[in-house]
């Protein structure tokens, strides 16, 4: 925090640069499909000060990147599948001389037709991978025995990333055919592996070493990899450090976003409210490439149900192949839309039996023991305890009544109010990925090293770790380091995503400062004559044999330890335990546990210019112990202010031929401090520790976007209350136009009428 407030936090490009750098540019292609003919270099290298373009002739291994599965070509050969998708790197002397020359080469390509919509990929057979069904009871049978049956369909949008630190990376080529990486990446080892199979050598010759990203939200997952495979190639063939940093503008372009979804539902229950059946088809917009899209698609199935038991369920999924970049991981990674799909199935049955939406949510709770779709039970009763204390705590009938009273007495403003629980699951749902290590040195002055598979990225990991590390070593923070993540240090590191960076490195580092600690018990029981090991403790750098203090202390032990030749490092290796997936069968227990919530979110409309306040945000949260609540609460925050904005104002657009035109922060509009609620509490769910978590602490990166969710419901409350004739249709995100025009149909079919007629008035005019 302290680097941070004085700007002297350090990021790739913050490295001190050397004389004989070169800065890299990418050629994107400027159509989304097509036949690549030619590209003409020449005008292009005659530029001063260019040095080199390569292509994916250049590429000495394999020109491939698909992470899960390989369909994605570093750069492209013979055809182009999304705009901007890179085709040619340039090399030159500073970064304006590369993007001059990447604008100066002539490209020869003949286009194909574009598809940008999941359904039509869908009908034409452009799908990725296997379509997936989950399945509980038999809805078949179970629709004949619901009251009422409704069906709709969600029209979800995606969501850019907009971390602060674009894309970039450093490569320094080393002695003897080796390379280093300066990565701003979630996951160095996909770094390591993707550019060691680019250059042809192995993993072993690449280094890759991130000190902290400037914000990933899962865009850094996988995407990092490219812009680490470039610089490094560039480094490989030129012998020469090259820099590769994307401008925001390239990076909103060029990279893969939060997926579109399109889904249908049907839900059925009784009339006293009880949820017997539902149905869903969810059509993911996967863009070009695989990615992490299979993944994600995963994630939305397991969530599909949120927070709620359902008997009877059928969930499938598919993830289609469209022209836009490739989707990829973001903050959820797929269970935001998984729950808007079943939180709007649960809206439309409400107003249909009549009853209102919290009791109909109240009513289908989990409760501990429920199955979910995918087999696993729910462990605990903490969505029913936390849905109590957010009825209690924060008023809810009280709210109601406030909002209802204030709908009756005002025509054109209108306030609207929903409740919504969350429930997400926390592991990589890819089991095998649920694996970490640490890496702890003591130093003969008693100062502490620790390294990790962790990334920073802004969420506070290396505050965790630290306290961790303290707690269990029992001496201070000032005299442990946590050091930058180096692939050298810690081999084959999963990403630091799933909100599970802490849960597993953390746990990783407790099982290495054990085996130290083991080792320093036995140094101290034969220096103090304790007859039992298990009787030392070190608490505040002092060594206590039963808890009293025998006049040791810390760097004396370690003193004595280093002469009497003991090992003062460890490595240490941690899985979660007891998690599994069945793919055949559809059945597993893929997550360590779930975290659970619930949240009251309040809003203002404006019903004549369709502009809108959220008001309040009240949140009751399940967080365990906190190893440290500023930290947690700043995730709450941060993720609750991402969901909010996907929810109303990120409005990703693409144009029929798959160019962004959402592509500035001037046409994308994210939340800033002024479009959150002044009114924010947290209130943390008594005695919810994880025992699994170290120290009782819970993962907290992701859960709290999905309360964002709730103001897409509360907003829709109020334009309901505004227009009660009107059936709105479930689009995302609810943007002051889209409210505007959805609230107003009339007016926009007559203004279709008149500029659609032969004699209308021009266009500016109407
Ligand atoms: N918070 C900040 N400040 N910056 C980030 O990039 N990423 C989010 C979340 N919170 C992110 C963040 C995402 S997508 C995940 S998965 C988790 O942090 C990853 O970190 P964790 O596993 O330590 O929770
Ligand atoms: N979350 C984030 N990344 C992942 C996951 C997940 O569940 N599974 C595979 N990669
Ligand atoms: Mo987070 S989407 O798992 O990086």
Known sequence: AVLHTRGEAEYVDDIPQPADMLYAAILGSPVAHG??????????????????????????????????????????????????????????????????GAKAIQTNITELPVIVDPKIAFQKGEIIGTPRTLAIGDVDTAWEQCDVIVEGSCNIGGQEHVYLETQRSRAVPLENGNVRIHASTQSPYASQRAAAKILGIDYHKVEVDVKRIGGGFGGKEDQATP??????????????????????????????????????????????????????????????????????????????????????????????????????????????????????????????????????????????????????????????????????????????????????????????????????????????????????????????????????????????????????????????????????????????????????????????????????????????????????????????????DMGLTWNELIQKAYLSRVGLSAHAFFATPDIWFDKEQEKGEPFAYHVVGTAIIEVTLDCIRGVYDIDSVKIVHDLGRPLNERVDLGQIEGGLAQGLGWITMEDLQYDENGQLLSNALASYKVPDVYFMPDDIQVSFLESADSELGPYGSKAVGEPPLMYGIGAYFALLNAMKAFRPDLEFDLNSPLTPERILMSMYPETVESIKKVTSSKNSLKKETV
């Open 227 to 548: 812009i680490s495979c470039l610089a490094a190639l560039g480094a490989w063939l030129t012998g020469k450090p090259v820099e590769l940093v994307l401008n925001r503008a390239e990076d909103m372009k060029m990279t893969g976003k939060r997926h579109p979804y399109i889904s249908d539902f049907k839900i059925g229950a009784t009339n006293d409210g009880k949820i017997l059946a539902f149905e869903v088809a969810h059509y993911q917009n996967s863009g070009a490439a695989a990615d992490l899209s299979t993944a994600v698609l995963e994630r939305t199935l397991y969530h599909s149900t949120n927070s709620y038991f359902i008997p009877n369920a059928k969930i499938t999924g598919t993830c289609c192949r469209t022209n836009l970049p490739p989707n990829t991981a973001f903050r959820g990674f797929g269970g935001p839309q998984g729950m808007l799909v079943i939180e709007s199935a649960l809206e439309k049955l409400a107003g249909t039996l009549r009853l209102s939406k919290e009791d109909l949510q109240q009513k289908n709770l989990l409760n501990k023991d429920d199955p979910l779709p995918f087999g696993q039970r729910f462990q605990n009763d903490h969505l029913q305890r936390s849905w109590k204390k957010m009825v209690k705590e924060y008023d809810l009938k009280k709210t109601k009544q406030i909002i209802d009273r204030f709908n009756k007495n005002n025509l054109t403003t209108k306030k609207g109010v929903a409740v919504m629980p969350v429930c997400f699951g926390i592991s990589f749902t890819t089991t095998f990925m649920n694996q970490a290590s640490a890496l702890v040195h003591v130093y003969t002055d008693g100062s502490v090293s620790v390294t990790t598979g962790g990334i920073e990225m802004g969420q506070g990991l290396n505050t965790n770790i630290l306290k961790i590390a303290a707690k269990t070593l029992g001496i201070g923070p000032e005299r442990i380091k946590i050091e930058n993540t180096n692939t050298t240090r810690i081999a084959n590191m999963s990403p630091s995503a799933a909100s599970s960076t802490t849960l597993l490195n953390g746990n990783a580092t407790v099982l290495a400062i054990e085996q130290i600690l083991s080792r320093l018990k036995n140094v101290a029981s034969e220096e103090l004559g304790a007859s039992n090991k298990d009787d030392i403790s070190i608490v505040e750098e002092k060594i206590l044999s039963k808890g009293e």
């Open 35 to 100: 036949k690549v003919n030619q590209l003409k270099l020449s005008t292009a290298k005659k530029i001063p000060g260019v040095v080199s373009i390569l292509t994916a002739k250049d590429i000495p291994g394999e020109n491939q990147i698909g992470p899960i599965i390989q369909d994605e070509p570093l750069l492209a050969e013979n055809e182009v599948h999304f705009a901007s998708q890179p085709l040619a790197l340039v090399l030159a002397t500073s970064p304006q001389t590369a993007r001059k």
